[in-house]
């Protein structure tokens, strides 16, 4: 199933985002959704994660600056980003992994992709 984003743009550092995805794997019992970014000239890097349990997962590099969430009803999954940094500039994905209740690492275990939204954040 095609996943779409938005919520991408531009912002100063210190700025804040919020990506959204859907839909979301709320309705099933068992899956991970997750968001991964990739830098030009970077390898596509997993940002945060959310199982069916609703155990969530974060990259050390925003730990505490973003969080990832899901509303049930809206089928939506969300990833709320505050205190942005240059170095957060990336194209961001979200993903969904059907085969179980956990989160690999690997982004190439995720069955479903989106195309992509763009964050960009300026010094």
């Known amino acids: 199933v095609q996943l779409v984003e938005s919520g991408g743009g531009s912002v100063q550092s210190g700025g804040s985002l919020r990506l959204s995805c859907a839909p979301s794997?709320?309705?099933?019992?068992?899956?991970?959704m997750a968001w991964f970014r990739q830098a030009p000239d970077k390898e596509r890097e997993g940002v945060a994660a959310?199982?069916?349990?609703?155990?969530?997962s974060y990259a050390d590099s925003v730990k505490g600056r973003f969080t990832i969430s899901q509303d049930k009803a809206k089928n939506t999954l969300y990833l709320q980003m505050n205190s942005l940094k240059p170095e957060d500039t990336a194209m961001y994905y979200c993903a969904a992994f059907d085969s179980g209740s956990w989160c690999p690492t690997a982004y190439y275990e995720y069955n479903d992709w989106g195309q992509g939204t763009q964050v960009t954040v300026s010094s």
């Open positions: 959310i199982d069916s349990d609703g155990s969530t």
């Open positions: 794997r709320s309705t099933y019992s068992s899956y991970c």
